[in-house]
C-alpha cells in the first residue's frame, strides 16, 4: 500500500492552504501563514501535469479561502455574496497559472520566483481597477492588526506587503526544489528585509501631525434591518443623533462625524431635515459629515449615461454619499466613488446599455447607485478631508486621490451592520490601519454599528468602540501636511510589477530555449 505523503498529495495541499489563508486575516492575524500558504499553491500547480488540472483542484482551495474570510458577506445578500466568492476564486487562478509556468519553464529559479511575486501583485492591481473590483483579499490586508512590521509601506503601500509574501514563498518554494545556498540565503534576505525597514520607515514620524483637529465621533448603533434603525420616524432618528452629538461635542469641537447613511432614507439637497440639522449646527458653533442617500435630478442634455426615470418623466439617480453641513454656508456633497459589484450597482452598466441598441432592458432600474467620480473634500479647522464612505477606504489607489489633493486626515464611514457580529466589521476596521500607515494620518472613523474609532499615523488604535453599541466621543487628531513617498507615488510597485511581468513573459517566450529545473512533479 502507498504511504500518504502531504507534499505530494494535491487534495492535501489544496484544502490545506486556504485555511492557513483565513488564518492569516484579521481576527486571527496569524498573518505568517500566508508563506507557507503559497509554498503549497505553488507546490500544487507544479505537480498537476495540466492547466486543467491545475484549475481542478487550485479552484476549490480559491472558493475555500474566499468563502472562510469574507462568508459574512451572505449575511447581508447570500446571492450576492456567493457571486463574489465564485467570481473571485475564479480571478485567482489567473496569476497561479502564470506562476506555475514560471516555475516549469526557465532554469534560473530566482528569476521565476521574482516575476511570480510581480504576476500576483499585477493580480491584484489590475483588480482594484475595473467594475468587479474586489480588493479585500488584498494578501496586504491580512497584516493589518501586525503594524510594527508593516511600517514600510509608508513607501510601498500595502502592495508591497503581498509583493514581499509572494517572492519570499517563492524563494522558499525554489530551494525546496533545488536546495542550493543561492536560494536559501535569498528567501532569508528577502524575508528579512521588508521588516528591518519597518524600523528605519519609523524615523521622523513626529513630523506628521501638525495643527489639531476636534472631532465628535458618533455611533448611533441604529438597526440596520429595520426601518429608521427601529425608530418610529425619521424626525425619531434625528432627534438620537443629534443627542448623541450634543453629549460627545465640547465648545472646541470642529466637526461632528456621523456614519454612512446614518439618516436612513434618500433626500434632495434642500431637505428641511437639513435644515434642522444645520440649525443646532448654528447653536453649537460647529459642522457636521453625515451619510445619506440622496436624489439627484438632471435636465434632459445634461444627465448621466444611465439614469432612473420618474412617472412623470423627470430624469435622476440615487447616490449613496457623505453631506458636509455648515451652520451659515451651503451644504457640500461627495458621493460614493468605490460600490461593491451587485450589491451597490451594477457592473458594466454603461457597456450594457450602449451595446442593448433595441432598448430591451431599463438598465436605470437595475443600475443601483449612481456612480461618484470626483473626489470632493471638505474643509475643517483649514484642513481639508474626504468623507470615505465604507468600500472607498479598501482601495488605496483611491484613498491616495485624495491625499494627493490636499487631504489633512482622513475620515471613514460606514455602516457594517450589514453584515452581523462576524469578521466583516473587524476586518474593516483593521484595514483602515494601512491607510494611517501608508499615509501617515489620522483617521477618524465613525460606524453605525461599530467599530468607530480614532487611528493614529502609526496604525495604533487610539479609541475603539464595542460592535453593536451605542456610543459617542470626543478626540483631537491633527492636520498631516507632509506628504509620504506612498502618497506622493501611489501604487508605484503595482504599475512596475505589471511592467516586469509582461517583459518576463515575453523573455519566457522568445528567449533560446534551456534546460528546464528540476523540480520534482
Known sequence: MKSFV????????????????????????A?????PAFVLLLRLAVICNTKRQ?????????????????????????AGGLAAIIANAAIMLIPLLIMRQLFLSRKNLIFAAFIAATAWVSYEYLHHRWDLAWPWLTLGNGWANLTGAIQYITYTGVLGISFWVVFTASLIFAYLNIPSKKH?????AIFFAFPLFSVLSMINLSSYSGNPVNVAVVQPNSDSYQRYGGLPSLNALLDHLLTLSDE??????????????????SLTINSPYFERIRDSLA???????????LFEFYEEDDRPAVTRQTTDGRFYNVFNAAVFLQPDDPSEIYRKGRL???VERFPFVEFFQRIDIFNWINWGDIMGYGLGTTTDQFVVADSKTPALICYDSVFPNWVNRFVQEGAGFLTIITNDGWWGDSHGHIQHFAFARLRAIEHRMWIARSANNGISGIISPDGKVQ???????????????????????????????GALSLISLLLGLIFLKFAPKSKPPQIDQ
Do not use: C
Not at 447653536?283 to 442617500?293: A, E, F, P
Open 6 to 29: 502531504f507534499w505530494d498529495h494535491k487534495w492535501a495541499l489544496a484544502l490545506t492552504a486556504p485555511v492557513l489563508l483565513a488564518l492569516s486575516f484579521p481576527p486571527f492575524n
Open 31 to 35: 498573518s505568517i501563514l500566508q508563506i
Open 54 to 78: 491545475t484549475m481542478f483542484y487550485a479552484y476549490p482551495a480559491f472558493v475555500l479561502w474566499n468563502l472562510f474570510s469574507t462568508y459574512w458577506l451572505m449575511m447581508a445578500t447570500v
Open 184 to 188: 536559501l540565503y535569498s528567501a532569508i
Open 248 to 265: 460627545a461635542r465640547t465648545e472646541n469641537t470642529d466637526v461632528i462625524i456621523w456614519p454612512e447613511n446614518a439618516l436612513d432614507t
Open 283 to 293: 447653536v453649537w458653533d460647529t459642522k457636521l459629515i453625515t451619510g445619506s442617500g
Open 340 to 342: 461593491v459589484p451587485i
Open 463 to 493: 479609541v475603539e468602540t464595542e460592535y453593536w453599541t451605542e456610543a459617542a466621543f470626543p478626540f483631537t487628531i491633527y492636520h498631516s501636511e507632509k506628504r509620504t513617498f506612498y502618497s506622493r507615488h501611489g501604487d508605484w510597485i
